[in-house]
């Protein structure tokens, strides 16, 4: 189970956005869901992954977050003479961050 113990630990001040980041950036290659939001069947290149903290709200029980992610996709098979092709890429992800242990769970919107 990924945990996000900094984002948590700075809830809600102003330095919760900046150890979000820290923490999604820190993540191991994959584990967040952005294959399923790549718009041309390619491969996610999640090497340089940039994010935008669209909306933050709070449960008794859990801390909402919707971050935009920005990312390439790799797209492979054309019979180009550029083969593969990367391409800049965009998804937004909820995350849920459990307010008692830090576990998060990720999921496309």
Known sequence: MIKLQQALHDWPTKSFEQSLKNELLALAPGILPLQQGVAQGGYVDDSDLQFTLL???ATAHQIVVKVGVFFSEII???????????????????IHIDRKNAEAWFYLV
């Open 55 to 57: 909306d933050k709200s």
């Open 76 to 94: 492979a098979g054309c019979s180009c003479g550029d083969d593969p092709v990367s391409e800049h890429a965009y998804c937004e992800i909820s």
